[in-house]
């Protein structure tokens, strides 16, 4: 998969790296193949991880309203990614 078939809130896991098996939201992307993430505790949305999409299992679940937030501009908290990450199970 590529950066530009991953949505933003989409829940993704490490598979590689100091992080591995960590789950994470992304909220944003870059145009050289990677996206940004943050789990809203060691990594918040003032300081995302950028991560090579090669070294992400990408996973189902997707939270559509932090999407549309992140699509509209709006601000989005480090405890609604928390909160969301909770709501998945991870």
């Known amino acids: 998969m590529t950066a530009d078939r991953l949505r933003l809130g989409q829940l993704v896991s490490s598979k590689a790296g100091r992080d591995c098996g ?3 939201l992304v909220v944003g992307k870059s145009e050289d ?3 940004f993430v ?3 505790r060691r990594r918040g949305l003032a300081n995302p991880k950028k991560k090579n999409v090669k070294h992400l299992l990408y996973h189902r679940e997707r939270a559509t309203d932090i999407e549309r ?3 509209a501009g709006e601000e989005v908290t480090d405890g ?7 709501e998945f199970g991870r």
């Open 33 to 35: 193949g990677f996206v």
């Open 22 to 24: 960590q789950h994470y």
């Open 38 to 40: 943050c789990d809203g």
């Open 80 to 86: 609604e990614i928390r909160d969301k990450l909770a």
């Open 69 to 71: 937030k992140l699509e």
